[in-house]
């Protein structure tokens, strides 16, 4: 099947550092999506992006959808603990199916 | 409040008994998928719906079975736990080509 390669696995940074995560995948994507999951908890919606080179903000995240359709990134600016958690990125083709990254665990130290 | 809510969070039992995870959704989606999650592995579908009674395979669906007879809920079945299935469970559901809206989880440990 459809495979994603996210990294970093897991980043360890100061509070106020800017943070970047990436996908890239060998398959085409229709839609790129990035979730972040806290503890305990399931992932959570940050940005969806529809179309090819989108680029798109939502406060302090900026994310864009790769001109080849097969990669994505996720950038935050200025991290906050309350960042902390994982980050999921997901490529979806037809309707219904998702494919997920592996997660990048974020940590935050103040 | 729209949200997919599954029961129960937490879940231990033993290899060999039948279990249901249940999940329900209060937001008329028509989507609704099980995934799992593993350290290292994300998340990956076990099975999905597009409708009532319209289930398909996902990526990971051995020992698994689901059923939709209702729009809102959608429960996961393992008829035979095996150890290999201790994972953490995840429920969502949307509207047609939306992102997916989580529950918050179920953690199956079987030993």
């Known amino acids: 099947g459809q495979q994603l390669n996210q990294s970093p696995q897991s980043m360890f940074i100061q509070e106020g550092e800017d943070v970047s995560m990436n996908c890239t995948s060998s398959?085409?994507?229709?839609?790129w999506l990035w979730y972040k999951q806290d503890p305990g908890e399931g992932p959570v919606l940050l940005i969806a992006l529809y179309k090819a080179g989108e680029l798109t903000s939502n406060g302090r995240l900026t994310a864009q959808f790769g001109i080849t359709r097969k990669d994505s990134f996720l950038n935050i600016s200025a991290s906050i603990p309350s960042d902390v958690g994982i980050y999921f990125c997901a490529g979806g083709t037809s309707y219904g199916k998702l494919t997920f990254g592996q997660g990048t665990i974020l940590t935050v130290h103040p | 409040e729209a949200q997919v809510t599954q029961n129960p969070r937490y879940l231990i039992t033993v290899t060999g008994k039948k279990l249901t995870v249940t999940c329900s959704q209060n937001m008329n989606h028509e989507y609704m998928s099980w995934y799992r999650q593993d350290p290292g592995l994300g998340l990956r579908q076990i099975y999905y719906?597009?409708?009532?009674?319209?289930?398909d395979k996902g990526d990971v669906p051995e020992g698994y079975k689901v059923s939709r007879k209702e729009k809102r809920n959608f429960p996961l079945i393992l008829e035979s736990p095996s150890p290999n299935q201790t994972s953490l469970y995840f429920c969502?559901?949307?509207?047609?080509?939306?992102?997916?809206?989580f529950g918050n989880g179920t953690r199956l440990t079987v030993t």
């Open positions: 719906s597009m409708n009532v009674e319209v289930t």
């Open positions: 969502a559901s949307s509207p047609p080509s939306s992102p997916l809206h």
């Open positions: 398959s085409i994507f229709n839609t």
